[in-house]
């Protein structure tokens, strides 16, 4: 059963830690108040330096304006030539991809509350320990969001429905509908088989390099190219490899910061945290963005006795951009060959 109340040394940590909080901003204890950019964006530095790496692969971008033009991947193809100058004059090439598609952040809020039985585990902690335990809890609440939204957010609702879709479906686009919008080219939906002679592909690394081929020819052998590949996808793979392998390293198999990748067509093969089922994308991670509206986050912590717990709003206006939609190729629908039953 939670805590009804807070021990009394685990109110006097809470109150030091909440009025610490809003000192540093400056503001009335129990105020709304904005999150400074600076802090803003060390919120998820501070994330990647606790564990979630993916974010380190991508780009989160801070951006000045709600709307405007997306950022660009440095990934502009050839930009050596030679020019007649008798006749023509130099031209420079941009060395960022320039999309007509911009950008527009929406209105997110991450709430979340912790109860009284949580907090008062801390309360034999220093006042430095006790602020980085909450904080911890409140970053990853945020930023695992953010990735699980990136993957599979399709729409955006004036109300979300965290029922009928658990992976924030309507909280707003993410990269994959994305280029669904603006790249249809980009994605296979139509589904397909591997693993066996009679399935549309023979194996894994036949799926990742179709999916490398959607990249135009200028792309396409960029070393940076990586494969993003779902769990279930790499399943058997990860199995058949232990068996015919045991502890030993192979070159085709190495763990690396709890991820275990793999190389499939010549990539880099990795399983982010939140990707879909059945799914393949190659493309370059930098290539995947999130953008935040300077100044955009706001906060307000609120001591909720009636409740047993601490609430925490937070909104900020975000986007999930695909800075090059030449530059990915998606394939969905991929299941395991399953041969018939001959009766």
Same mark, same amino acid.
Request: glycine share 10%; aromatic share 8%.
């Given at each position: 059963m939670a805590t009804k109340s807070l021990s009394v040394q685990g109110r006097t940590q809470l109150k030091a830690y909440l009025n610490n909080v809003y000192a540093s901003v400056g503001a009335a204890l129990g105020e709304q108040f904005d999150v400074t950019p600076s802090v803003q964006q060390r919120l998820y530095e501070k994330a990647v330096e606790h564990g979630a790496w993916f974010l380190g692969m991508i780009n989160v971008a801070v951006v000045t304006e709600i709307k405007?033009?997306? /950022?660009?991947? $440095?990934v502009a193809g050839l930009i050596t030539k030679r020019t007649n100058t008798n006749t023509t004059d130099r031209q420079t090439s941009s060395v960022v991809s320039e999309d007509s598609k911009g950008y527009e952040c929406q209105f997110t809020e991450t709430d979340v509350h912790i109860n009284y039985a949580k907090l008062d585990q801390w309360r #034999?902690?220093?006042?430095?320990?006790?602020?980085?335990?909450?904080?911890?809890? !409140?970053?990853?609440? $945020?930023?695992?969001?953010?990735?699980?939204?990136g993957w599979h957010g399709v729409s955006i609702a004036t109300t979300t429905n965290k029922a009928t879709y658990p992976n924030?479906?309507? /909280? #707003?686009?993410?990269?994959?509908?994305? /280029?669904?919008?603006?790249?249809p080219a980009q994605i296979d939906e139509e589904g397909l088989t591997f693993g066996h002679a009679d399935a549309d592909m023979r194996n894994l690394d036949v799926v990742v390099e179709s999916a490398k081929q959607m990249i135009p020819e200028h792309l396409r052998d960029d070393s940076e190219l990586v494969a993003f590949i779902s769990s279930d996808l790499m399943s058997d793979y990860r199995l058949e490899s232990l068996a015919a392998n045991g502890d030993k390293a192979t070159e085709k198999t190495q763990v690396n910061d709890n991820r275990v990748t793999g190389i499939f067509a010549g990539l880099k093969a990795i399983t982010p945290p939140f990707f879909p089922s059945g799914t393949v994308i190659v493309t370059y991670p930098e290539n995947l963005s999130i953008y935040l509206q300077e100044g955009s986050l706001r906060r307000h912590i609120k001591d909720e006795p009636k409740r047993s717990r601490v609430e925490? !709003?937070?909104?900020?206006?975000?986007?999930?951009? /695909?800075?090059?939609?030449?530059?990915?190729?998606?394939?969905?629908?991929?299941?395991?060959y399953v041969p018939p039953v001959t009766p």
């Open positions: 405007g033009e997306k /950022v660009g991947l $440095m #034999n902690r220093t006042p430095q320990q006790y602020g980085d335990l909450y904080s911890a809890l !409140y970053r990853k609440a $945020m930023v695992d969001d953010r990735v699980r939204i924030g479906e309507d /909280v #707003n686009k993410g990269w994959i509908q994305k /280029v669904r919008e603006e790249a925490d !709003y937070n909104s900020e206006n975000v986007d999930y951009i /695909v800075e090059e939609t030449d530059a990915i190729g998606i394939i969905k629908g991929i299941t395991k």
